[in-house]
């Protein structure tokens, strides 16, 4: 059994010490395998989120493009370096622009529902007394006296 002893002066005895290794190890060891097993389903389902994408909003993949294209131009060795890692980790990249076309896509939806049908929108407002507007600030403070 152990004990453990709140004194924060006192060391840790070696065997809570290899206790605590062991369960960081293991921690590590399932964390990775989980990673893995994402990355793999990602790998899978890559070409098939690119496509969702282009069909959610293609100004997504356009714009990443343009993105690295112009890094390429303005600092090329950062520019190439960002260009082989989004090759590199092409699932990755994949479901990030995914996820951002879809989040652009329901903004879009949803923005297309609060436009009424003739195209405006209702905003609400505060009909605002214009011989307030044009009196100073510190005459209106002045004439509370």
């Known amino acids: 059994m152990i004990i453990i002893n709140n004194n924060p002066f006192r060391r840790p005895s070696l065997l809570q010490v290899l206790i605590g290794f062991a369960i960081l190890f293991v ?3 399932v964390g990775f ?3 893995k097993w994402i990355l793999y389903g990602l790998a899978f389902l890559a070409p098939l989120l690119i496509v969702a994408a282009a069909f959610l909003n293609f100004r997504t993949i356009k714009n990443f493009a343009r993105y690295i294209w112009g890094l390429i131009r303005v600092k090329p060795t950062w520019g190439i370096l960002v260009a082989i890692i989004a090759i590199v980790g092409f699932p990755v990249t994949a479901a990030l622009l995914f996820i951002r076309a ?7 939806k949803n923005y297309e529902e609060y436009v ?4 405006s929108e209702y905003i609400d407002y505060e009909v605002v007394d214009e011989r307030r507007t044009r009196v100073r600030r510190i005459d209106v403070f002045e004439q509370g006296e």
């Open 27 to 29: 921690f590590l060891y």
């Open 33 to 35: 395998y989980v990673t």
């Open 102 to 108: 879809w989040s652009q896509w329901r903004k879009r």
């Open 116 to 119: 009424t049908s003739d195209g």
